[in-house]
């Protein structure tokens, strides 16, 4: 644990909505349970504050767990309370912001609290792809509280005081907290369990407003604002920084504002949220590797099934030549690409590619192609589209065409360059009709807006 001092439960709040805008709900529920002798607890609230409140306009419902009350431990009006708030949020179609702080379930209470974490997992279950489910981890989050959290649709940590576990890295067999400590906000991170590590609770709750401010209410609604930046602005040098998704994103996006989530998982993958035009659109693309990996391609898959839950359009960047290559990765990737393609294939939504480096064999066909999913696709001029490396397929070709030539530079450079042209440009891949413009790389945004446009976003 951190040692900076904790916010209460209701400063938490507090700081989270906008000024004097919080409406308590269920302030005087409390445990029923008289096991134990709890009839002499008091137990406030019965752990955890519930209610309603506005965000820069946007109503939130939102709880926070008092760990000084029952260490926030869920038993079973603790549960029915928080239910009771998701039944509201999806009725006035409002997103759910969770607070957690809680030391997991109240023993006392046995099954009747074990009944109330199924009736919390199975209403966020049924808020699902309806509203925005926001889980912030501000103290101990373990056990079953760490699986509900697994249900939200954004998970942040502060890295301070947040703890995520199933199990306590002293309960790991083989394992000591002094080891690896598994419930650490980066481990976490890199497990791909949180979607942002955060530096204090402050920045958490700051994360959440940027958060609710940007995307949809829920699945019926949209997060459009009238755009500041200018729609036809010039990225002027893009190509230097093309095949770097996060820095691409970065600079196509509304004042150079894109949200990254899940930064430290799956890092040869990114995935986010920004504006066009002051539409909010959901983002993908490929580090400047190149590489497909199992864990890059789960982080893309769950997110493209948010964004077509939500309304989102999606917008991919490719620049992909081949798959991670280990006995780790063999058992995994072949299942990892096969899913990835189904989401992008199965979406609904608007779907834009744009081929920024290379994009090579089946690994640029997962990568949101016109062959199984893109609505439409732009290359900028200097992108690569084909089957394989010029020169690999060079040697592949004079080995088998012509055996004795297979060692001579000059055959394999000039049988390269004859297939650069032929299979290789982006215009080759225009001509096929398997891209649908070959623009220039400072002309990104523009073109990405109006393809938006063309789509009726605005």
């Not at 002293?170 to 980066?186: L, M, W, Y």
């Not at 999913?373 to 200097?382: E, L």
């Amino acid at each position: 644990m951190g040692n900076t001092a904790k916010m209460s439960a209701r400063e938490r709040i507090e700081a989270l909505v906008d000024a004097n805008s919080f409406v308590e709900i269920g302030s005087m529920v409390t445990k029923r349970n008289t096991d134990f002798n709890m009839q002499e607890k008091a137990v406030p609230a019965d752990g955890v504050i519930t209610g309603y409140g506005v965000i820069d306009s946007n109503l939130v419902y939102v709880y926070s767990q008092d760990v000084t009350a029952m260490n926030g431990s869920i038993g079973e009006m603790n549960a029915r309370k928080i239910v009771s708030l998701y039944e509201m949020a999806l009725k006035a179609g409002a997103p759910v912001v969770e607070l957690i702080d809680c030391a997991g379930i109240r023993v006392q209470e046995a099954m009747d609290a074990l009944a109330g974490f199924g009736e919390i997992y199975k209403a966020k279950v049924k808020a699902a792809g309806v509203v925005p489910q926001i889980s912030a981890i501000l103290g101990s989050c373990g056990g079953g509280v760490a699986i509900a959290t697994r249900l939200s649709d954004i998970t942040l940590i502060d890295s301070e005081n947040g703890r995520l576990f199933v199990n306590s890295p002293n309960a790991i067999d083989g394992n000591r907290i002094e080891k690896t400590d598994s419930a650490a906000a980066g481990f976490q991170a890199e497990a791909g369990n949180v979607d942002f590590v955060c530096e204090n609770e402050t920045a958490v709750l700051k994360q959440i407003r940027d958060l609710v401010e940007i995307l949809p209410a829920n699945a019926a609604a949209n997060a459009d604002i009238e755009p500041e930046d200018d729609l036809n602005r010039v990225l002027t040098g893009f190509d230097a920084y093309a095949k770097d998704g996060r820095v691409a994103l970065s600079k196509i996006a509304d004042d150079d504002t894109f949200i990254e989530l899940k930064a430290d998982y799956g890092t040869e993958m990114i995935v986010g949220v920004m504006r066009l035009a002051g539409v909010t659109v959901g983002a993908v693309a490929n580090s400047s590797e190149g590489v497909l990996s199992t864990a890059g391609c789960k982080k893309a898959e769950q997110f493209v099934y948010f964004c077509d839950s939500f309304g989102l359009p999606v917008i991919t960047l490719t620049n992909a030549k081949t798959y991670a290559s280990d006995l780790a990765e063999e058992k995994t990737i072949a299942q990892a690409v096969a899913d990835m393609i189904y989401a992008y294939a199965s979406a609904d939504v608007p779907k834009i590619n744009v081929i920024t480096g290379e994009a090579y064999g089946s690994a640029y066909v997962a990568m949101n192609s016109k062959h199984v999913s893109a609505d439409i696709v732009f290359a900028i001029t200097s992108a690569k589209v084909g089957v394989m490396d010029a020169k690999v397929a060079a040697q592949i070709m004079c080995e088998d065409d012509l055996p004795e030539a297979k060692d001579s530079k000059s055959a394999v450079e000039k049988k390269a360059k004859e297939f650069d042209a032929l299979q290789n440009g982006a215009d080759a891949a225009a001509r096929r009709g398997y891209v649908d413009n070959v623009i220039e790389g400072e002309s990104i945004r523009k073109h990405l807006i109006y393809a938006l446009q063309m789509f009726g976003m605005r």
